[in-house]
């Protein structure tokens, strides 16, 4: 890292296409077993209070979504990464 740097809006342009994107075509990769594939094949339980998703291979927590008082929170703390593909 260098001393200059900019403020998260340089960075709406690729933060917007990962929102925007189709979720359940999003390819999610698992921190715990570094598989990955479609959210679509996550393994969901829906509560409540929201959902949780497991990766298919090894059972792992990837994605936590939730909605609360109007507001979607959405935690991806068991994923490595989440990518989209720009149209
Ligand atoms: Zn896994």
């Keep these: 890292m260098n001393d200059q740097h900019l403020d998260g809006n340089a960075v709406a342009g690729m933060l917007g296409a990962v929102l925007a994107a ?25 509560t ?10 090894c059972g792992a927590l990837l994605l936590r979504v939730a909605e609360v008082n109007g507001r979607v ?5 068991g994923a490595r990464s989440l990518q989209v593909s720009r149209p």
């Design 22 to 46: 189709e979720p359940t075509t999003a390819h999610i990769t698992c921190e715990s077993c570094e598989q990955g594939g479609p959210v679509a094949t996550l393994t969901t339980y829906l």
């Design 73 to 77: 929170w959405l935690s991806l703390s």
């Design 48 to 57: 409540p209070m929201g959902a949780t998703l497991y990766c298919p291979s």
